[in-house]
């Protein structure tokens, strides 16, 4: 594109204006111009750069810099950049972390004029800026990367990044103190890096420390970004704290406290299956009040994070407190959901609430065994393997408990094919069956 491009065009071609701005960035290394986009305005970067990057008074002064530079009209080029293209990044529109990405990209004109008259004194003067704002820049780009790529599951966040050593290029960086560096979405970063550097007694005072930042700068973070750093909060959690009931408690506390944050902001990312499991982690450290506590404080919301599971939530809540025909009945007025998962915990949850029962329920417990398999077996891809592998064996666990004779059968045998498996969903229960079994 040999002009600059009129960002203000709706018909503007995205490829083409994402050439234009990136140009050293096309090639044949990546595969379309889409997944480029999404690569350098990744889940982190979007939150501190403009969502919209082609859109401002800096974006048009960019455009107008580079048609200057290319077309060999140095002394505009350079009265332009002093006059109008600096002075746009003062905007109030514009935050302090935009102000480095769009420094960068007038640098990078600045280094192209450079580079292509050796003989013209005057871009000396920028180049030394020019220089820096580049290696910042590019410094900073590794920092948002690493943040993203090992926020992302099934990657051990953090741990193996400072294996490489990427924090110690980063140090010299950050040592600068650069303004945008005091935004609270950097300092709650940062911060997070640290945590996972420590040992594990450090790690937690790094922890506390992230918390606070996070209650004390919440109102000036999207929600999006919010749900982000939650996520990756969750996903560290085994990693900084090792107490079983302690981690826990951590997950409740996470998960109250976006929600919170997620409330104020009137924009919701949670699902309501995430709330069913919290209820669920009450339950599971035996604290009923608490689950009636949460339960009460939240149920109204639960629509806007998707499926209303208030009955399904309910429904657990009086089947720890031994309450197994009013859970009936609650179960009993319930459809299916359109949400696979939701649909497994109501399976699972009614299974249970039919072998509590005894009696003549225990062939309705047969038949819900019998359903559920089918159910697994029919939606094992949607699920995945883990999901489908765990309930497979919950139903079969189950149903082995349905078909023993108290006072006569093993039970060491299936109490050690519980202990095998430690993500088995309604571990607990299974659990204190084996030991208490059922009455015929």
């Known amino acids: 594109m040999d002009f600059a491009p009129d960002f203000n065009d709706p018909a503007l071609n995205e490829e083409e204006a994402f050439k234009y701005v990136f140009p050293e960035k096309v090639g044949d290394d990546f595969g379309n111009i889409r997944k480029l986009r999404n690569k350098l305005l990744g889940q982190v970067e979007k939150y501190i750069f403009l969502e919209e990057m082609m859109e401002g008074p800096w974006a048009e002064k960019l455009a107008m810099l580079r048609f200057l530079?290319?077309?060999?009209?140095l002394d505009e080029f350079y009265r332009h950049l002093n006059q109008e293209f600096y002075p746009a990044l003062d905007s109030p529109d514009l935050p302090e972390g935009n102000q480095l990405y769009w420094r960068y990209l007038g640098a990078r004109e600045v280094n192209n004029v450079k580079s292509a008259f050796q003989d013209d004194g005057r871009s000396g003067l920028y180049f030394q800026e020019a220089s820096d704002s580049l290696?910042?820049?590019?410094?900073?780009?590794?920092?948002?990367?690493?943040c993203q790529m090992l926020n992302r599951q099934n990657i051990v966040p953090l741990e193996s990044a400072f294996q490489l050593g990427l924090l110690d290029e980063f140090r010299p960086f950050l040592e600068k103190e650069l303004p945008f560096l005091q935004q609270p979405l950097f300092q709650i970063w940062i911060t997070a890096f640290n945590m996972l550097r420590e040992n594990e007694a450090g790690r937690l005072e790094w922890?506390?420390?992230?918390?606070?930042?996070?209650?004390?700068?919440?109102?000036?973070?999207?929600?999006?970004?919010?749900?982000?750093i939650y996520g990756y909060l969750q996903n560290n959690v085994?990693?900084?704290?090792?107490?079983?009931?302690?981690?826990?408690?951590?997950?409740?506390?996470?998960?109250?406290s976006q929600i919170d944050k997620?409330?104020?902001?009137?924009?919701?990312?949670?699902?309501?299956?995430?709330?069913?499991?919290?209820?669920?982690t009450y339950l599971l450290l035996d604290d009923i009040q608490g689950a009636e506590t949460s339960f009460n404080r939240y149920k109204g919301i639960l629509p806007v994070l998707g499926e209303d599971i208030s009955d399904l939530c309910n429904a657990a809540i009086q089947f720890e407190k031994g309450n197994f025909s009013q859970a009936l009945d609650i179960l009993n007025g319930i459809q299916?959901?359109?949400?696979?998962?939701?649909?497994?915990?109501?399976?699972?949850?009614?299974?249970?609430?039919?072998?509590?029962?005894?009696?003549?329920?225990?062939?309705?417990?047969?038949?819900?065994?019998?359903?559920?398999?089918v159910y697994i077996s029919r939606y094992a891809d949607q699920l995945g393997e883990l999901h489908s592998t765990a309930n497979r064996e919950f139903i079969n666990i189950t149903f082995k408990l349905l078909r023993m004779i108290p006072g006569k059968s093993h039970l060491t045998g299936l109490e050690a094919e519980i202990g095998a498996f430690p993500r088995l969903p309604e571990r607990k229960w299974l659990l204190a069956k084996c030991r208490k079994p059922r009455k015929k």
Do not use: P
């Not at 530079?69 to 009209?73: A, E, F, I, L, V």
């Not at 290696?135 to 690493?146: G, P, R, S």
């Not at 902001?265 to 499991?277: A, E, R, V």
């Open 69 to 73: 530079g290319k077309n060999k009209m």
């Open 262 to 280: 997620e409330v104020f902001k009137n924009h919701f990312t949670l699902s309501s299956g995430s709330f069913y499991n919290t209820i669920q």
């Open 238 to 256: 085994r990693y900084i704290i090792t107490d079983k009931e302690a981690q826990h408690r951590v997950y409740i506390r996470l998960f109250e």
């Open 207 to 228: 922890w506390n420390r992230l918390n606070d930042l996070l209650d004390e700068h919440f109102s000036l973070l999207s929600a999006n970004a919010i749900s982000l």
């Open 336 to 373: 299916e959901f359109s949400n696979l998962h939701n649909n497994v915990k109501f399976r699972r949850l009614l299974l249970k609430t039919y072998f509590e029962l005894g009696g003549e329920y225990i062939s309705l417990a047969e038949d819900s065994v019998n359903a559920f398999r």
């Open 135 to 146: 290696d910042h820049y590019y410094l900073y780009q590794k920092l948002v990367y690493a």
